[in-house]
């Protein structure tokens, strides 16, 4: 049998799943991966929400005999994809084969680091942690940290008994015998399928250039929830130095060279850094968003705060490099510090026009950046050097019926596309409301008149409401608004969003009221959601750095940076938020769509075109009585 007849009525899935039923679309988008892969070619897949597009790839990449990588958006999908679909699979088809999930560093004991920390006396976290790390570490066999039983006061614990890139001593690590990030490593060397993330498929490609791959041989490389990379290969293909970095080349030098006490001018150097970075710190906090590294470094303190740091680092690498040949340690701090002091270099001095720069805060501090505003070469690189076939598929990664959106940001004009609607009827599953009379997006009120034209729908619905927000501003002032209503409320950064939808799943008649990171990515099904609102089109946030270099790079060219970049991302945004509401064949709710330039300017009439087929309503009476015939909780 082929994918497209072993997902049929008469395949095995229908014969042996409960509750599978076979779907044209989904067999379909089998067939188009089962060319691609035997053809080694390129192909963009975008597969509505219910086509079952994980099974659509699985079945042809295991009935293939090829090696194939699977890189999936978040840690949590490559778990749900190796736990619960990639069984489901194999046990349908009867396929053998070797199957590993693969995550980053950070996931894995570091037998030295721990050491390192347990024989550290200075060592600020609590010592009775350390000893349950050092007393796991002799039982575990994989050494995945999701086994070690870590709690909330475990923040500081974990980068203490983990790796990164930058502190990882790779071959001259005295533990590299006993290494769990090696071990995991060879075993996705060896095997049929690996199933990895975004971050950790890039990284890859980054160790490949340096002739080592985790990943060697793949005949085929298939990357679900597509739709994210165009933004991730921008950061991945530019340089970043942040302030954590900073501090966590300090604690190590420090941890070190404890059994030293003939480095004198290494002390002062690393009293210098510790204080640089501290005073590079402070800016970020008043930054809140991305701004441009011109604007972030005429704040005051920057320049100098800029300006200590290098040279501290240079200070740290010349010292290191004297002493460098004691250890593998004080040998690779010295590489650390030397790569860190030529980054930010390259970043802040950077005059390259076709680079954006940016700095942004993270924790307690922040991040600077530099990377090309296109990542089109670093992309082609990124696939030629893995040269078999490639697929990329997402419930949401056209605009429309158009692809160049996508395929234009990566450089795959080449690459076949295939649209597949979701088999769900929207039609008789969900209505569209477009609520009258709301001011211009711009005013200075409109949150306020957003909430008011929400409050008679949530009182119809009671409850059950998503609230999608295009900024945090709206978000608070939305989320005030709505809190008078007496029903559960769950608003963005109160909880972690894992916890956060279950919550407001768990209770049933609750209003959930968030930014972006709920745009996707979120599936609750069921009556427990009944509304999903968007307060207005998600256009690029003016004045992110990296977007308006963009739009000024296609104004260059002579195009119109409005139809080619902005409503393109824009469409492709509101139907990742518009896809919360319908996630099985018995949902049912109402999409409400606040933004007034839907109906009052030419372009809305394309945005309502991308989305799924929904009867329009324009009375708030008539959406309260849609509601009404949707079952609750």
Known sequence: MNAAELLGPAGPFAQNIPGFAARVSQQTMATAVESAIATRGRLVVEAGTGTGKTYAYLVPALQSGSRVVISTGTKNLQDQLFFRDLPRVREALATPGRIVLLKGRANYLCIYRLRKAVMDPRSRVRRD???????????????????????????????????????????????????????????????????????????DFRLKEEGFSVLPGADAVIVDEAHQLPELATQFFGERVSTRQLSDLARDITAEVQEYRDMPALTEALDALGLATIELERPFSEIGIRVALEEFATRPG?????????????????????????????????????????????????????????????????????????????????????????????????????????????????????????????????????????????????????????????????????????????MDRIAARLGTLGLPMFIQGDDAKARLVERFSGAGNGILVATSSFWEGVDVKGAALRVVAIDKLPFGQPGDPVFEARLALVRERGGNPFFELQLPRAITALRQGVGR????????????????????????????ASLPPMPVLTAAKDAAAWLRTVETV
């Open 302 to 474: 920057v320049a100098s705060a800029l300006g200590a740091v290098r040279t501290a680092l240079e200070e740290c690498r010349d010292v290191l490099k004297t002493y460098a040949e004691r250890s593998a340690g004080l040998n690779h701090c010295a590489q650390r510090a030397s790569m860190l002091h030529a980054n930010l270099t390259q970043i802040a001095g950077s005059a390259d026009h076709s680079w954006v720069r940016w700095a942004e805060a993270l924790g307690r501090g922040g991040a600077l950046h530099a990377a090309p505003i296109e990542p089109i070469d670093g992309f082609r690189r990124f696939m030629a050097a893995y040269p078999g076939a490639w697929v990329f598929t997402s419930a949401t990664i056209a605009a429309g019926s158009d692809f160049s959106h996508f395929t234009g940001a990566l450089g795959i004009d080449d690459a076949e596309t295939l649209r597949l609607d979701s088999p769900f009827g929207f039609d008789q599953q969900a209505r569209l409301y477009l609520p009258p009379g709301l001011p211009d997006p711009n005013d200075a009120q409109y949150s306020d008149a957003v909430a008011d034209a929400l409050i008679p729908i949530i009182e119809a619905s009671q409850g059950g409401v998503f609230v999608l927000c295009t900024s945090y501003r709206a």
């Open 581 to 608: 509401l319908i996630r099985d064949q018995s949902d049912r709710g109402l999409v409400v769509l606040c933004d007034p330039r839907l109906r009052g300017k030419a372009y809305g009439r394309r945005v309502l």
């Open 129 to 203: 942690r350390l000893t349950a790390a050092d007393d796991w570490a002799l039982r575990t066999e994989r050494g995945e940290i999701s086994e070690f039983n870590t709690g909330p006061g475990d923040e500081a614990l974990l980068p203490l008994i983990t790796s990164t890139a930058d502190n990882c001593l790779g071959g001259r690590c005295p533990d590299f015998a006993e290494c769990h990030v090696v071990r995991a490593r060879r075993a996705a060397q060896a095997a049929d399928l690996v199933v990895v993330n975004h971050h950790l498929l890039f990284a």
